[in-house]
């Protein structure tokens, strides 16, 4: 830590030799019998000693220094083990929080998920091993996360963060995904290596919460269930507390599983996935992926984002929090909407310009269906038939 850290520290510049063997350095201690050839000295210090002991010899490195260096009983060999000088070059982390991977959170024991962080953290672990090319792949994985997933890295080489990479339970480099009170680890494994930000990604897919925290909805019935248990016991809460995202992927959303985890106490998620006809009719759905929030649970009252994913969509569920005036217009629209659709069916109209959906919501609103119509003559005919009846 010390060569790491502070670089290899003396008490001196590390200069030359000193004379008589004063100072620091390395000491040799044990008796030699005085003969003063040198040759009898040698076998005495790694030879045979006298009755052919092997003679235990001790040595010590001192402070180097002025006047220091190896010493043993001949008297010093100069000062050439000096200090080295103070200073030394640090270890260069792998991450540049300022410049290249800015977009991966700096963490610290003081600043790091806990329990209570309503959003989902990855986080990598790293030591003085990891290579700069691992930090790129974190940084790509963060630019392809955006917001719906925050990513962090903590240096758990640095003394004071030690502990507590040890009461996350990593000792090497790892990396790990937050959620709540849970967590998942990924250990490194290829020490050598570098982990993908493709493989990292699909770690984080495999381990996403969020399953139960978002229905799929594949009938009206289930939509209108959705609707009433999920929405209006949170209108307090949020204007607009309840978001379908209707989408042609036969797999659950990863970015709605996020959200739908972050605002896990306030807006109630649902899901209406494969491009489904019958539902995406009756909300004039014409674009995947469209998210819709509902006002107050309100069918009629409803704010809507095409094109949601990834960020669009975190931006789209953040804002229903101030949406308070835009719900207040939708609602006076669902009002107008309500009033149109009680009005008695004119004979005389001409159904055959509507819409196939306009057509099923003029039948949906007077609790008919049109049971085995596939061609829109046939719903024509069926709505005809009511108006003159009516």
Sequence with gaps: DQVGEEGLKGNGGGGGGGGGGGGGGFHHHGGFGGSGDPFRMFEEMFGGGPGGRRRQQEFSFGAGGPGGGFHDGFGGFGGGFGGGGGGGRRRQPAYDHKGAHRLVKKLTPEKFPDGKAKHIWFVH???????????????????????????GAIDCEAREHRRHCQREMVSDEAYKLYYGKDSAKMNKGNRGGVTSAKELLKFIKEHMPGDDLVANLRRPEQVKDFLRDKCQNKSSLVPAPCVILFTSAYDPSFSLKAMAFSKRNTIGFGEVRASNAQLSDHFGIRKYPTAVAFCDGDELATL????????ELVKFIGDLKSATSRCSAAKREAAR????????????????????????EIL?????????????????????KVAVSA
């Design 304 to 311: 809507r984002q095409e094109g949601a994913s990834g960020n």
């Design 337 to 360: 909407e309500r009033q149109r659709r009680a009005a008695p069916l004119d004979p005389n109209q001409d159904f055959g310009k509507l819409r196939v959906s306009r057509l099923k």
């Design 125 to 151: 672990f790293y030591y003085g091993h990891t290579r700069r090319e691992a930090a790129d792949e974190v940084t790509q994985l963060a630019e392809k996360l955006g917001s719906v997933v925050r990513v």
């Design 364 to 384: 949906s609103d007077r609790g008919l269906e049109c049971t085995g119509c596939t061609d829109k003559s046939e719903f024509v005919d069926m709505v005809r």
